[in-house]
Nanobody
Framework: QLQASGGGLVQAGGSLKLSCVPSERTFSVIGMGWFRQAPGKEREFVATINWSAGSPLYEDSVKGRFTISRDNSKNTGYLQMNSLKPEDTAVYYC??????????????????????WGQGTLVTVSS
């Protein structure tokens, strides 16, 4: 129900911008988050944004390098990734907290808080 795009192959130090948009407007977005899963590792939280306030929250390893944002007019979320490192290589998933599932938290950092998921987009950073 979410369409994620923008992944690809980039050299270390490069940039990519991921996009995420609901394929159907059957729910309102309360929060949107990005998670990633590297080969052989568990899925981990990357960043989240409170949709109405536009307030972001980041995992420590991406602070200062990644920027999460949203465009209300396009109902689209973004993850701008700069200064990419080989350890950023992973499948990136966008997820949304819908108004039907909202727990009341301002930021959502756990995968179980999200009820709508995208298919994932692969980001590969070469050294």
């Amino acid at each position: 129900q979410l369409q994620a795009s923008g992944g690809g192959l980039v050299q270390a130090g490069g940039s990519l911008k991921l996009s995420c948009v609901p394929s159907e407007r059957t729910f309102s977005v309360i929060g949107m988050g990005w998670f990633r899963q590297a080969p052989g590792k568990e899925r981990e939280f990357v960043a989240t944004i409170n949709w109405s306030a536009g307030s972001p929250l980041y995992e420590d390893s991406v602070k200062g390098r990644f920027t999460i944002s949203r465009d209300n007019s396009k109902n689209t979320g973004y993850l701008q990734m700069n200064s990419l490192k080989p350890e950023d290589t992973a499948v990136y998933y966008c997820a949304a907290v819908s108004d039907q599932f909202h727990s009341g938290r301002f930021h959502h950092t756990y995968s179980y808080e999200y009820d709508v998921w995208g298919q994932g987009t692969l980001v590969t950073v070469s050294s």
